[in-house]
């Protein structure tokens, strides 16, 4: 095969599975009513004046499958860490007991759940236009190439079914999700 045309479905794959890497750290942030340090991802810690993500300054578990344990590495730590959770707006309200803060993770109601699956959807959404734009590119690239006929229908056949095994994977991923979501 041409190096161009394995160049073109290398990169093409490439972008599919950023978009597919995407939306698992997505889907991780939305939470399911189950406990998960996940949940706190995404949260900045003023650490001696620099934003900090929570898990560099502090151990992050769960004890049980509705609450989450903070335990900062410096006992000093934790009044900002317990603000920096408040400032996150997750809905949580955290517990400082002076060792450690604990987060007792409340349960979704019917109305919150129907809101989560539906923004797991847009994300799905979101990154199979993501993977169908990476095949476009791809083709409108292999066009400019100068190759046979066969090998360019060859190509954008393969490229095709890439996208298709990938549209298929987001389409698991999102009902995983949307079963673990509406799961009470």
């Known amino acids: 095969m041409n190096e161009e045309v394995q160049f073109i479905i290398d990169t093409t794959k490439e972008h599919m599975d950023n978009a597919l890497d995407h939306l698992n750290k997505e889907l991780a942030n939305i939470r399911a009513g189950k406990a998960s340090p996940a949940m706190l991802r995404?949260?900045?810690?003023d650490y001696y004046?620099?934003?900090?993500?929570?898990?560099?300054v502090a151990n992050i578990n769960t004890p049980d499958a509705r609450t989450i344990?903070?335990?900062p590495w410096e006992k000093n730590m934790l009044q900002e860490i317990e603000k920096a959770i408040m400032l996150a707006n997750l809905g949580f309200n955290p517990m400082n007991n002076g060792e450690s803060i604990i987060i007792n993770v409340p349960v979704l109601t019917e109305e919150r759940r129907k809101e989560l699956a539906k923004q797991a959807k847009a994300e799905a959404e979101s990154d199979k236009i993501s993977v169908r734009n990476a095949r476009r590119d791809a083709i409108h690239d292999l066009k400019k190439l100068d190759i046979s006929e066969?090998?360019?229908n060859n190509t954008i056949d393969?490229?095709?079914?890439?996208t298709d095994k990938y549209v298929k994977t987001i389409d698991d991923l999102y009902d995983k999700k949307?079963?673990?979501?509406?799961?009470i």
Do not use: A, F, N
């Open 49 to 56: 004046g620099s934003q900090t993500p929570l898990s560099q």
């Open 178 to 183: 949307e079963i673990e979501i509406m799961t």
């Open 158 to 162: 393969e490229i095709q079914e890439l």
């Open 150 to 152: 066969d090998l360019e």
């Open 69 to 71: 344990s903070v335990q």
């Open 42 to 45: 995404g949260i900045q810690v």
